[in-house]
């Protein structure tokens, strides 16, 4: 397995799902220092991602050098999006955003990628990877910040399920168009292991989050915050578990999952 590149998509995945998040949030008393965690935080896992793939040198192909640039291209607004001031924060997110898709289309049209099924595929898996963890990390704004409203927690929590079904949606529907190539033909068919990464993949990756989102849901009808921190906690982790599968699974069978 090459680990660069899928450290390097799983990491664009991450930075833009929290700044989608962050743009879906809108203004929330929470504090500079929430916005400016989270933003930096973007940031990070953006720059990361970008460093990481120039480790392998200079791409070579016109597709690939615009996904390493716009990949990169996420970091440079990051001081706005950092803004306490919600109009100029909202403008840098919205440019952030729209680098981080071009990096994602460029992935998808690129010399290796599987075309528009990929791209919005890709765009979900995004905001399910960021916008999981972005919810749990908003969470713990419920600990420091007296009367915080419920609502943007439950906001963000109907955001991420919806993308999570969504996620599934797509995945399915990739899976389904490749099975008879996958089953038959030239490649042999599935081995257990692979049974097992399906598993992951649809299971821990999917399913478990959307009950998990659920859960969520019901524990905040209760204002029981600190229970559907957990549960999001919980869900991150099984989210990028699955989210790292696909990516892994889909470079090994050249299937959007």
Excluded at 41 to 69: D, F, H, K, N, Y
Excluded at 128 to 152: D, E, I, K, R
Excluded at 161 to 180: E, I, Q
Aim: charge should be positive; include cysteine.
């Amino acid at each position: 397995m090459d680990w660069i590149p899928l450290a390097t998509r799983l990491g664009l995945h991450i930075a833009l799902g929290y700044l989608l998040s962050l743009l879906f949030l809108g203004p929330a008393p929470v504090g500079k220092f929430f916005y400016q965690m989270t933003g930096w935080t973007a940031a990070i896992a953006a720059g990361l991602a970008g460093l990481l793939a120039l480790s392998q040198g200079w791409p070579e192909q016109t597709m690939e050098q615009w996904r390493v640039a716009a990949t990169l291209g996420t970091v440079v607004p990051a001081y706005w999006y950092i803004s306490n001031k919600p109009k100029v924060r909202r403008r840098a997110l919205i440019v952030a955003c729209l680098s981080g898709i071009g990096a994602l289309a460029a992935q998808a049209f690129g010399p290796h990628g599987l075309g528009s099924l990929q791209l919005a595929g890709d765009l979900a898996g995004s905001a399910v990877a960021g916008g999981v963890c972005f919810a749990m990390v908003f969470g713990h704004g419920y600990l420091t910040v007296p009367n915080l409203p419920f609502s943007h927690l439950v906001r963000i929590n109907t955001f991420t399920a919806v993308v999570l079904a969504l996620r599934l949606l797509l995945s399915a529907t990739a899976l389904a168009l490749a099975w008879s190539r996958l089953t038959g033909g030239y490649r042999p068919e599935l081995t257990t292991f692979d049974w097992l990464d399906l598993m992951v993949r649809f299971g821990v990756g999917l399913f478990l989050p959307l009950l998990f989102a659920w859960m969520v849901h019901s524990s905040l009808r209760y204002r029981n915050n600190q229970s559907a921190t957990g549960i999001l906690y919980a869900s991150t982790v099984l989210v990028w578990i699955g989210e790292a599968v696909a990516l892994h699974l889909g470079g090994r069978w050249e299937v959007a999952l």
